[in-house]
Nanobody, 126 residues
């Protein structure tokens, strides 16, 4: 059974850092890409980052240079290191997966992914 479970959310002040984890089960990172999304109240779900099975990474313009996605195949876990956090980064963060070697051109679209975690809240205050 394919499952992804997020953890690591919390509350920080502006310019702080958090590391989110996405633990995968029922599949391996050799055959599935992992993407991170976020959704703030009243807003659409937004693609944040994607990592392919070869480690190739993609980021939205809003987080590029501040967030880093990485994978640990031995632990079957993907991480999202978030630095220089801003108030506008406040959202529920989700990881999602689909069986593919590479992140697609439309990696930022929720419809690309069939499996989702329950989400973890990130709150950034000034």
């Amino acid at each position: 059974q394919v499952q992804v479970v997020e953890s690591g959310g919390g509350s920080v002040h502006t310019w702080g850092s958090l590391r989110l984890s996405c633990a995968a089960s029922g599949f391996t990172l050799d055959y599935h890409v992992i993407a991170w999304f976020r959704q703030a109240p009243g807003k659409k779900r937004e693609g944040v980052s994607c990592i392919g099975t070869d480690g190739t990474t993609y980021y939205s313009d809003s987080v590029k240079g501040r967030f880093t996605v990485s994978g640990d195949k031995a632990k079957n876990t993907v991480y999202l290191q978030m630095n220089s956090l801003k108030v506008e980064d406040t959202a529920v963060y989700y990881c999602a997966t689909t069986p593919s070697y590479y992140c697609s051109y439309g990696w930022y679209a929720p419809a690309e992914y069939g499996y989702w975690g329950q989400g973890t809240q990130v709150t950034v205050s000034s």
